[in-house]
């Protein structure tokens, strides 16, 4: 697949009337994690992830007849209010994918959306957000241009498109378990989209995500300026072959119900992460006093009871707790009389692996 399997068309005549669409979109976790790009939107190494059921963003994109052409015109609401701010990384988005979507200057946009998990949780509410804006975009191509793709196709552009709002995003458009970027060990990977992983083993149909909230403020250095730190990092040339080997076994593990590999690789992406955040130049941590505590803790009890538990972390200091569907008893027990015990916030968000994107209009 190439760049230009992807640009579309400018309207025929006019809009008459106003056309609406509406997609409910997931987050996803990172079990290999991106980290730093090149380009247009290209990561530097492969990543791996689950797209998650209960936390997403629901969007509706309308577009409305207008008279002159120009520039992205967008009215902007987030859960029922104007948002500025948001607006303004939406609009700028939608600018820059003029070449996939010409008609975009053709008609006035208003865009709707909200969450069902709060901003600043600790979940990455940008892929949620950017996957389902460009599902939007990809139903409403069709429904004024008349293009008409096979599901495979739609879902690949809308891929593609979702990747160019936030990387991580192109991964959420899919069910269960995805992987964005060129790896030897997937065939059909790519840097341009993500690619749904097939071969599963039951066991890993029952991973459950706990996210622990730590802090909800927003974070110090975005992933934006991380991705950045990445450009002549001491460490990005060994990073980028471990992130490869990483892929490769974690692969293998989710294909053999290989739990004990998998515990291992997933521990070892997340401190990656935020070792590398530390050692970059401008070195920075994101990871709280409290997030190392409970992460101590995670990795205590599971040596202590045995339990098939590990956690991730994302680019912020909230603990992702994993653990599969047949200890769910004694996971919430550990949670409740322990790892959140003594937490300020004592505030979780339970989650699990989704079945994807869902067309509610
Ligand atoms: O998609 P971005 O630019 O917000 O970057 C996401 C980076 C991580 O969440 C830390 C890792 C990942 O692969 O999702």
Redesign the pocket.
Known sequence: MTNSDFYGSELSSALAEPVSVSWQSPSNI?FV???GKTGRQLPVNP?L?MTLSKAYTESKLTALPRENKGEVELDFWFEGIQNAAFGERMTKFLQSVTDIFPWLGQVNLKLETHNTFPHSAGI?S??SAFSALALCLCSLDTELNGIMLDETEFRNKASYVARLG????CRSVFPGIAVWGKTKALAGSSDLLAVPVSEIHPVFAALRDSILIVNKKEKAVS??EG?NRMIGHPFAEARVKQAGKNTAELLEAIKNGDKKNFIRIVENEALT?HALMMTSDEGFMLMHPETVRIISRIQEARKETGLDICFTL??GPNVHLLFFEDQIEQVNKLIVEDLLKNNEQNVRIDDFYGTGPLKIG
């Open positions: 990172a994690k991106y980290w990543s992830s990455a940008s892929a936030s990387g991580s995003a992933s934006s991705h992460l994302d680019a």
